[in-house]
Each structure stands twice: as C-alpha cells, then as structure tokens.
Nanobody, 126 residues
Framework: QVQLVESGGGLEQAGGSLRLSCVVS????????MGWFRQAPGKEREFVAA????????YYEDSGKGRFTISRDNAKNTVYLQMNSLNPEDTAVYYC???????????????????WGQGTQVTVSS
C-alpha cells in the first residue's frame, strides 16, 4: 500500500510564496516519478509540475514556469513544490501523485498516475 501525504498549503497573499511537501510511504520512493496537480472549484484537475524518478528531468505547466519549482529528496521520500509569485489564479486544492512511468511527456497526464494524496488547500488572496 502506497500512501502520499501532502502538507504546506494555506492562505497566502498575492506575490507571496508557499512550499508544498509530499511524503511517500509503502514502497521505494525512487521507483516513482512524481507529479503535482491542482483542482479549483468547478474546474477539471490540471497538471502543475512533474519530476522523473531520478530527479534529472522536470516538467511544468506553462503558467508555472519561472514561478514554480519541483524537486525531490529520495533519502526523505519527499517531493516538493516551491511556489513563488503566487496569484489568485493559483487558488486550488493541490494533489501529489506517483506513477510507475519513469519520465517523459506522459507525466503531464493525470490518468497515468497510480497513487494520489488527499490534497492540500492553497488559497491566494489579492
């Protein structure tokens, strides 16, 4: 049983920063590529960022490029999402997810992920 637990969400003002964390347990963390997705009320779940199993490759949704940074610490079984220059459009529930796919464009597709966390709320006020 693989479990993912997110933390680090909260209320932040526009222009501020938050760092989300996701701890993975149950199977060797380094087997998985990891992704972050978000879902705002009334909208579909959308891709935010992903990182390959090795950490060498990263992928970003266009609106997050230059503002968001995904990273992983395999020794701590943790993936991070550093979010800077937040704006109200970033308000959503953020989910981390794990997939057996090691790398590549498929990491942008939420259907390719095998395990999901429960989500953490991020609210950005204007």
């Amino acid at each position: 049983q693989v479990q993912l637990v997110e933390s680090g969400g909260g209320l932040e003002q526009a222009g501020g920063s938050l760092r989300l964390s996701c701890v993975v347990s149950g199977r060797p963390f380094s087997n998985y590529a990891m992704g972050w997705f978000r879902q705002a009320p009334g909208k579909e779940r959308e891709f935010v960022a992903a990182i390959s199993w090795s950490g060498y490759s990263t992928y970003y949704e266009d609106s997050g490029k230059g503002r968001f940074t995904i990273s992983r610490d395999n020794a701590k079984n943790t993936v991070y999402l550093q979010m800077n220059s937040l704006n109200p459009e970033d308000t959503a529930v953020y989910y981390c997810a794990a997939t057996w796919i090691r790398s590549g464009a498929s990491l942008r597709d939420h259907n390719k992920y095998d395990y999901w966390g429960q989500g953490t709320q991020v609210t950005v006020s204007s």
